[in-house]
């Protein structure tokens, strides 16, 4: 593949954008190598500069669940766009928006929209503090939730990727009030309850974390989670951003059967523009200005734009089973690159829930960071450019999950398997 193009123009970005980007997983720092600068997508394929084509399986990080500009979204931004682009005052959009939210995630009695996930998760703390009166929030290792001070503590996904998972500029008195443990360790929830249980306003979780690479709860850990969060009178903060309408339609805490008191959507919600919200049951969000003292607000939130995206996405989801469809899909992906990778005798963990999966490069089982961070970031890396030369376009992380729409079609998943057992079989020959 030629680069060329991609090569000055992030040269040049870098001279004018920190890192040539606006988030840093974007710059392939941790893989090497120069992004490819995308000119345009459509389905399940991105475009860049020089002319080359790539499967998509980064989707924005989760929200093009019907791939890049599926009709039902372009034509309902174009239609928004004519009327208007914002307006600084309730419309209905706003509303419809929230009730299809509300209904499609039943622990939501009400929901407040957003800007982004960050914007979602840095409300529902200052939510869960303000409703319980108590400073200190518990988050678990590898989770990331955004990226503001109370939880820039030990965070996944670019924290981790960029080794800065604790990150300079948080102040020493706000880390201080962010216990942090390991996921799936009870033990070490039971502790934390047992000497500060009546200072913790909430635990703030991933249910199924995407930002260590995709790892899934212990039978049984968000079960305790709900249990010992009850019994100290501390809320559950679900952070569903990534995994919303991607682990499944009703998201993770639907699969868990978990009933949190506080979730944040982000990506699928807005279709792709900038929409992220949280909400919970009506007793806590009736906290929230103007109906209560919290005080929150935004300039772009709920914008004309966004709402109609957001409405014409999850309305295709459902009218049209479209998590169920991408889960089949995906299950056949994963299926072909484990048999792959086994071929190639090279050892790997690969998780998938709903539309999401992770393939670690581990000969042990990955349950939490540490194990996250124990996979063989060079076979990744290997392995990464080896697909994204073959026109496989992948996060540029082992701390990321991939992601897949209703547009990957079996030729796409078969290109994709095939072009995986040539990046195994090098991975394979590297380690000789
Ligand atoms: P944003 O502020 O980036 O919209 O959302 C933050 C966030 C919150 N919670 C969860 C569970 C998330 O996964 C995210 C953001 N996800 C990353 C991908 N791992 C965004 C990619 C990026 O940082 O560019």
Redesign the pocket.
């Known amino acids: 593949m030629i680069h060329s193009k991609s090569e000055a123009a992030f040269a040049e970005a870098k001279n004018y954008i920190p890192g040539g980007v606006n ?4 710059s392939f720092r941790s893989v090497g190598g120069v992004p490819p600068i995308v000119a345009s997508g459509k389905g399940s394929k991105i475009y860049d500069i020089d002319g080359n084509e790539y499967i998509d399986y980064v989707l924005s ?2 929200p093009l669940l019907m791939g890049h500009v599926p009709d039902c979204v372009t034509e309902a931004i174009k239609a928004a766009a004519e009327k208007g682009t914002s307006y600084g005052a309730p419309t209905l959009a706003e509303t419809e928006l929230a009730k299809l939210v509300c209904r499609l995630v039943p622990s939501m009695d009400m929901v407040r929209m957003v800007n ?4 979602a ?1 840095m409300s529902a703390l200052r939510l869960a503090r303000a409703y319980t009166g108590r400073d200190c929030i518990v988050k678990f290792v590898g989770c ?4 503001h001070d109370s939880l820039l503590v030990k965070a996944g ?2 924290a981790t990727t960029l080794g800065v998972p604790d990150s300079p500029g948080v102040p020493k008195a706000v880390a201080e009030t962010t216990i942090t443990i390991p996921f799936n360790d009870i033990p070490a929830l039971e502790k934390v309850f047992a000497e500060r249980g009546n200072e913790i306003a909430a635990v703030i979780t ?1 249910p199924t974390p ?2 260590m690479g995709l790892v899934l709860p212990n039978e049984g850990f968000l079960e305790a989670l709900r249990a010992i969060t009850k019994k100290y009178g501390a809320l559950l903060i679900c ?1 569903e ?2 995994s919303g309408f991607r682990s499944a339609q009703g998201g993770s805490q639907s699969l868990y059967d978990i009933d949190p008191d506080i979730t ?1 959507l ?2 699928v919600i807005g279709g792709g523009l900038p929409v ?1 919200a949280y909400g919970g049951r009506k007793e806590i969000m009736q906290v929230v200005a103007p109906a209560g003292p919290m005080y929150q607000a935004g300039t772009l939130s709920g914008n004309p734009l966004a709402m109609a995206a957001g409405i014409a996405a999850l309305t295709y989801m459902e009218e049209n089973k479209v998590c169920e469809k991408i889960e089949s899909m995906t299950a056949i992906l994963t299926g072909g690159l484990e048999r792959a990778a086994a071929a190639a005798g090279v050892p790997v963990q690969i998780h998938r829930l709903g539309s999401m999966f992770t393939v670690f490069f581990s000969d042990k089982p990955v349950t939490d960071f540490d194990s996250a961070c124990a996979c063989d970031l060079e076979a990744f890396k290997i392995y990464f450019h080896s697909m994204l030369e073959q026109g496989i376009y992948l996060p540029p992380s082992q701390f ?2 991939n992601f897949v729409s209703l547009a990957h079609s079996p030729e796409d998943i078969q290109k994709t398997i095939d072009c995986a057992a040539k990046a195994f079989a090098e991975v394979a020959a590297a380690r000789k």
Do not use: F, L, Q
């Open positions: 988030s840093p997983v974007r990080y989760g982004s996930g960050t914007e998760t990331y939730h955004g990226h996904s670019g991933e995407g930002n952070d951003v990534m944040c982000g990506k992220a990321e999950t």
